[in-house]
């Protein structure tokens, strides 16, 4: 075992974070470039020949994944006689983090984040063969899929030896025969588990635990995840991609239904603020009806609950500052400052003008939202972007919002006209204008 302050090379040992099987983790200080990172050392006894050569077969093939969701391996060799795998460190798990209750939009973010990291590799077919929630890691609330190759080797190595549980692992990969369906089962104990609180055990038989519970949040939903968790292989979608396509076509309605139960809720509770529930709900739902494509997907404000969108930085409706962005992004990353959705290949950030954050890929990716060029370097520029995310550039454009004439008094960007309060962009109070007006 490694002590704290023990020197590896240029890794210092903080403490020790996990033991397993197969390895212990520590958390450690990177002195040459200043960041923290975890070491994964392998039991010695675990470490043989054969061991080493899967290892350098698997890191090969695991390199070429390239995904914000991805964790991935920083290093991998003998420091100072120890086989150490070097990797970026989370802010925790998410077994950790279940260990609280979570909301459910965050629940149906990581559920989707998880999809979209094993989809990605299952399209460039690879089985990650060990998705649990201690192979998922935070950071800074974007759930990221760690240990790819490692949990083979281990699995391998460990059930040579005798050892190792069943736990997240799909019956026909217990018997030595995993598939891309074994990770789809995998991934769909972990969604069930973020949305039920609850854990179905083999043998899996129906009703599984926590299916009420699922039906009632939306029985499509419980359909989908108990035919992913199906005993037959063959009754599961093919891979992780069919899956997540599913799981986006439901999201809406499973976050739909779960705002109109609370609309009910507020009714019976009380007749005069049921009725303005009702009201704001039948507002809010005219609006995305007007301008869902123009500016969708939308999150809720965090204040008043009204529907937002990523670009905003200010809710129209409440006027509450959104320097910060909470909830889902339509980009498969995020910028680290303002947490908005950027692409891989920019170099900076679209909305926030925060440092530098790219690009996190060498390739160049097209995109049907691009709808416009940067006056300076004729980057391509997406609709309500304040900075062009190639030359860092203040965008002089100003937005229009399809499907309303109506423009921001100050920033003559477009607003929508008799929904907004507040002009969506600088803040603006628009209905103290109209107040003056009359």
Same mark, same amino acid.
């Given at each position: 075992?490694?002590? $704290?302050?023990?020197?590896?090379?240029?890794?210092?040992?903080?403490?020790?974070?996990?033991?397993?099987?197969?390895?212990?983790?520590?958390?450690?200080?990177?002195?040459?470039?200043?960041?923290?990172?975890?070491?994964?050392?392998?039991?010695?006894?675990?470490?043989?020949?054969?061991?080493?050569? =899967?290892?350098?077969?698997?890191?090969?093939?695991?390199?070429?994944?390239?995904?914000?969701?991805?964790?991935?391996?920083?290093?991998?060799?003998?420091?100072?006689? &120890?086989?150490?795998?070097?990797?970026?460190?989370?802010?925790?798990?998410?077994?950790?983090?279940?260990?609280?209750?979570? $909301?459910?939009?965050?629940?149906? =973010?990581?559920?989707?984040?998880?999809?979209?990291?094993?989809?990605?590799?299952?399209?460039?077919?690879?089985? &990650?063969?060990?998705?649990?929630?201690?192979?998922?890691?935070?950071?800074?609330?974007?759930?990221?899929?760690?240990?790819?190759?490692?949990?083979?080797?281990?699995?391998?190595?460990?059930?040579?030896?005798?050892?190792?549980?069943?736990?997240?692992?799909?019956?026909?990969?217990?018997?030595?025969?995993?598939?891309?369906?074994?990770?789809?089962?995998?991934?769909?104990?972990?969604?069930?588990?973020?949305?039920?609180?609850?854990?179905?055990?083999?043998?899996?038989?129906?009703?599984?635990?926590?299916?009420?519970?699922?039906?009632?949040?939306?029985?499509?939903?419980?359909?989908?995840?108990?035919?992913?968790?199906?005993?037959?292989?063959?009754?599961?979608?093919?891979?992780?991609?069919?899956?997540?396509?599913a799981f986006r076509k439901l999201r809406p309605r499973i976050l739909g239904d779960d705002s109109r139960r609370k609309t009910l809720r507020q009714r019976n509770g009380s007749q005069a603020p049921g009725k303005r529930a009702d009201w704001k709900a039948i507002r809010h739902t005219q609006f995305r009806r007007d301008f869902g494509k123009t500016l969708g997907p939308f999150g809720e404000c965090g204040r008043c609950h009204g529907p937002v969108s990523e670009a905003m930085t200010t809710c129209p409706w409440c006027g509450n500052d959104r320097k910060r962005h909470r909830g889902a992004v339509d980009c498969p990353a995020q910028c680290p400052r303002c947490r908005r959705g950027v692409k891989l290949d920019w170099p900076s950030c679209a909305w926030c003008h925060g440092a530098a954050i790219g690009p996190l890929s060498t390739r160049s990716f097209t995109d049907r939202r691009y709808t416009g060029h940067c006056a300076h370097c004729r980057g391509d520029l997406m609709p309500f972007s304040r900075y062009c995310p190639w030359c860092r550039r203040k965008v002089q454009r100003r937005w229009l919002l399809t499907g309303s004439k109506a423009k921001c008094p100050r920033c003559s960007w477009g607003v929508a006209g008799g929904f907004w309060a507040h002009c969506a962009w600088c803040g603006r109070d628009l209905e103290a204008r109209r107040t003056r007006g009359r």
């Open positions: 075992m490694l002590k $704290a302050r023990q020197r590896l090379d240029k890794y210092r040992v903080v403490r020790r974070l996990a033991k397993g099987g197969f390895a212990e983790v520590y958390e450690a200080q990177d002195t040459v470039e200043g960041i923290r990172v975890a070491l994964k050392v392998p039991h010695r006894h675990l470490v043989t020949k054969a061991t080493l050569e =899967d290892f350098r077969r698997e890191v090969r093939l695991t390199a070429r994944l390239d995904h914000p969701g991805i964790v991935p391996v920083k290093t991998a060799g003998f420091i100072d006689g &120890h086989f150490v795998i070097v990797q970026p460190l989370g802010d925790r798990t998410l077994a950790e983090r279940m260990e609280r209750a979570v $909301a459910l939009r965050t629940a149906l =973010d990581w559920s989707q984040q998880l999809l979209e990291a094993l989809s990605y590799a299952h399209q460039e077919r690879v089985i &990650h063969c060990d998705v649990k929630p201690d192979n998922l890691l935070l950071f800074n609330d974007r759930l990221r899929l760690t240990d790819f190759g490692i949990s083979k080797v281990a699995q391998r190595t460990l059930a040579a030896g005798g050892t190792g549980t069943v736990g997240y692992i799909a019956p026909e990969q217990a018997m030595g025969k995993p598939s891309l369906r074994s990770d789809v089962f995998s991934a769909g104990l972990v969604i069930w588990r973020l949305l039920t609180r609850r854990l179905p055990e083999w043998p899996y038989r129906a009703p599984l635990p926590g299916a009420d519970r699922l039906r009632r949040l939306h029985p499509e939903l419980a359909a989908l995840l108990e035919r992913t968790l199906s005993v037959n292989e063959r009754q599961r979608p093919r891979d992780a991609t069919a899956l997540l396509m």
